[in-house]
């Protein structure tokens, strides 16, 4: 129990951190959030949900939107990372969080900013899909090695 507490803390913080440090490419009408490659965590292991989605909240109380952003990116990464442990390929991650983050987030930023539906949801989910698939090669890798493979999905 205080194993996956710990994991989830430490992924949970990283996210946050590293999502705060990259402000400019991680929030507002075009976004490169590249701390989103950490949601494989919820494919390899349904374990690393509430981290993700903690995380997230956090590192959205220091965005440019406000507390409206807390929930609302919460609520998104919450369904991209159930759905994601649903699935079995791995090349199906990044289409899985474009859709659902260009339709959550796109939507908010057209309700705070008053700016195209479509077109923000578009760049959103365009951004998303960048950004998660470098995550596919880098997650590849790291589960070739034997101690990390057991940390994900044990």
């Not at 701390?35 to 349904?46: Q, W, Y």
């Not at 991209?80 to 442990?85: A, K, N």
């Not at 939507?107 to 923000?120: G, K, S, V, W």
Request: net charge positive.
């Amino acid at each position: 129990m205080y194993k996956n507490f710990t994991l989830n803390a430490m992924v949970g913080a990283l996210y946050a951190v590293t999502t705060v440090m990259i402000t400019p490419f991680a929030y507002g009408e075009i976004q490169f959030r590249f701390t989103e490659i950490l949601i494989f965590f919820a494919f390899f292991n349904k374990k690393f949900i509430p981290g993700l989605v903690v995380g997230c909240m956090i590192a959205n109380y220091f965005g440019t939107l406000g507390m409206i952003d807390v929930f609302v990116g919460a609520a998104a990464t919450l369904i991209v990372t159930l759905l994601i442990s649903k699935v079995k390929s791995i090349w199906l991650v990044p289409v899985i969080a474009a859709v659902v983050n260009g339709i959550f987030v796109g939507a908010e930023l057209h309700y705070m900013f008053e700016i195209p539906l479509i077109a923000t949801m578009m760049y959103v989910a365009i951004g998303e899909l960048f950004a998660v698939a470098v995550g596919i090669p880098i997650f590849n890798y790291l589960m070739k090695n034997n101690y990390l493979k057991k940390v994900i999905t044990e």
